[in-house]
């Protein structure tokens, strides 16, 4: 009996590291969906092309879809085959484009493009995964501040000749009035005269 205890053991030990081995081979190998987001914020300003940046990994092929929701609503942007059809949304046909690895780039954001992008990569049999990208967009200040700068320097060029202007007024004033002045003292000096030579 003792001969059959060591089987037996040796069959347990046997056993466990084989269940082990399964249970780790299990776990490296890929199943179903991956899906990563290396960016999962962005920031943009308005007028820019983003790129919503994902890499997804799959046995089969897969369907990928694009959402926006914001405040202003949800709206489907694009849903693809990996290798067929690409149906984009009638809202973002010219402003999307699609690439194999299910990254998708926004063309000219404005500020309704604000909001969260959810993907949903979704294998042939049945498996899912979804990811989320937020994205900010901001206004561009500097054109207000060229607006002001500009009109500053509008203002200030008018007033720079008004300035000019005024000068030479002022100096044809003081013209006018030396020649006034000399005459007058040339016509009292003839009268001073005129009036000693009658005496």
């Known amino acids: 009996m003792r001969p059959l205890q060591g089987c037996r053991r040796r069959g347990v030990v046997v056993g466990t590291v084989t269940l082990c081995l399964a ?11 991956s899906l990563v987001v290396p960016q999962p914020n962005i920031n943009a300003t308005v007028a820019q092309n983003i790129l919503l940046s994902v890499e997804y990994s ?4 897969a ?10 609503g949800t709206t489907k942007i694009v849903e693809w085959k990996s290798g067929n059809y690409v149906n984009i949304s009638t809202v973002y046909k010219d402003r999307v ?33 979804y990811g989320t990208i937020i994205v900010n967009v901001y206004e561009i200040i500097y054109e207000d501040l060229h607006f002001v700068a500009v009109l500053f320097a509008f203002l ?34 003839e009268e001073i005269e005129l009036e000693t030579i009658e005496c």
């Not at 249970?23 to 969906?33: E, N, Y």
């Not at 799959?58 to 092929?61: A, I």
């Open 156 to 189: 200030a060029a008018v007033s720079a000749i008004l300035i000019c202007f005024m000068w030479l007024c002022n100096k044809s004033l003081h013209l006018f009035q030396k020649k006034t002045t000399h005459k007058l003292t040339a016509s009292t000096t």
């Open 58 to 61: 799959c046995r089969g092929v």
């Open 63 to 72: 369907t990928i879809e694009w959402k926006h929701v914001s405040s202003w």
């Open 23 to 33: 249970a780790g081979w299990a776990l490296q190998t890929p199943g179903g969906v």
């Open 97 to 129: 484009t699609t690439f194999e690895n299910g990254s998708i780039e926004l063309l000219n954001v404005g500020m309704r493009d604000a909001g969260y992008y959810f993907i949903t990569v979704t294998e042939e049999h049945g498996t899912n995964t």
